[in-house]
């Protein structure tokens, strides 16, 4: 490792996950590859169903009964998936917390977001109860909760979605974790408290928090992220800097994804459905999963799965994706620009 290499905070190393189901096996997440750094923004983006929250939901140790996660999920060195659930409680909340899509299933119904809040400081930082109810209250400015002295003696269901959703970011939040997942964070929250979250976020990620962003809003990804992971179903299908994807994407997938909103720099940007459906993760496509939909597929595609490998593209950072096709352009140095933008 070089100087220029620094250890990443978070490292996903062939790492899978699979649903036992009385119809058979859930290939849910396959063989997932990928490091985030302090101080960086990853975002994550894919359809419905494609892996995305699962992935996050197995480093955290808290998939379903039927689920199980193979391979490695290192947070700074130490393999999460290895861990007792007492250490790994210990890990959550301090070193790595999570933004659930559903800020229902973080908040507990029979407590006051009070005690929530301070709970979490009283038990990973040590903090005094008058000391972290302070904290509290401060967080839950910071996230733009108006009225916040009166809110924090509330119930969670006697918040709205979006403020229920912002004391969950609070919550995130407090302790200054070094890495943050945030699955959909924005999605339920009006344009300006939308932005001051990303503020908040970006402010964090300067303060060499690595925050990983789960999101169907292309605008937010264009407006906050360093790198970007394509996720279909259940693999990285492509992967490299912000700026250098959505100016030539590599994989035909995230040309469609990028291709299926009409201007990327406008907040305006979600994710359109695709033409043709989502596979059956039971029993996936042979070869390229993504073949049936694709308008570029050869014989090669349907009998031999792409590699996640380095594809030569311009830009300013190494890109990886898995397309066979992105392979033979690459290789024949031309760009498949002409060629994709028609997918
Ligand atoms: N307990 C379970 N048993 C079987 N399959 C499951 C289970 N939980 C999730 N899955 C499957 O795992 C796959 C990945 O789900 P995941 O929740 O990660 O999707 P996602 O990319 O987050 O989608 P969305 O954008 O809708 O949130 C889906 O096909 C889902 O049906
Ligand atoms: S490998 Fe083939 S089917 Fe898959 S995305 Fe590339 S061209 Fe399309
Ligand atoms: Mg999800």
Not at 50 to 77: I, P, W
């Amino acid at each position: 490792m070089t100087p220029d290499t620094p250890t990443p905070v978070l490292s996903l190393s062939n790492y899978s996950i699979r649903f036992a189901t009385p119809d058979g096996e859930v290939q849910a997440v396959s063989d997932l590859s990928f490091d985030v750094h302090a101080g960086e923004t990853l975002a994550i983006v894919g359809e419905s169903g494609s892996g995305k929250s699962q992935t996050f939901n197995g480093v955290f140790g808290l998939l379903a009964k039927n689920g199980r996660t193979e391979g490695m999920a290192k947070l700074e060195g130490t393999d999460l998936l290895t861990l007792r659930a007492r250490d790994l409680d210990r890990v959550r909340g301090r070193d790595m917390a999570m933004v659930f899509q559903d800020p229902m299933t973080a908040l507990n119904p029979v407590l006051k977001i009070k005690r929530q809040l301070a709970e979490t400081l009283e038990v990973h930082k040590g903090l005094k109860r008058r000391a972290a109810e302070a904290e509290a209250l401060a967080m839950l400015k910071r996230v733009g909760i108006p009225d916040a002295e009166r809110r924090i003696e509330q119930y969670p269901h006697e918040l709205s979605g979006g403020m229920r959703q912002r004391v969950v970011i609070a919550m995130a939040l407090l302790c200054r974790p070094k890495v943050i997942v945030a699955d959909e964070p924005t999605t339920a929250l009006d344009v300006t408290i939308q932005a001051q979250i990303l503020d908040l976020f970006a402010e964090l990620t300067g303060d060499k928090t690595a925050l990983v962003l789960i999101t169907h809003d292309l605008g937010v990804v264009a407006g906050v992220a360093d790198r970007i992971a394509v996720m279909y179903a259940g693999r990285i299908v492509e992967e490299g800097r912000v700026e250098d994807v959505f100016a030539a994407p590599a994989h035909p997938y995230t040309a469609a994804l990028l291709g299926s909103i009409p201007r990327v720099d406008r907040d305006a940007g979600a994710v359109e459905p695709i033409p043709g459906r989502p596979p059956n993760l039971i029993r996936p496509p042979s070869g390229c999963a993504f073949h049936p939909r694709c308008g570029f597929a050869v014989d090669r595609c349907k009998a031999e799965r792409p590699p996640l490998e380095r594809v030569a593209r311009e830009g300013a950072g190494p890109r990886r994706a898995a397309c066979w096709r992105a392979f033979v352009d690459a290789a024949k140095g031309t760009a498949a620009q002409g060629d994709l933008a028609h997918v």
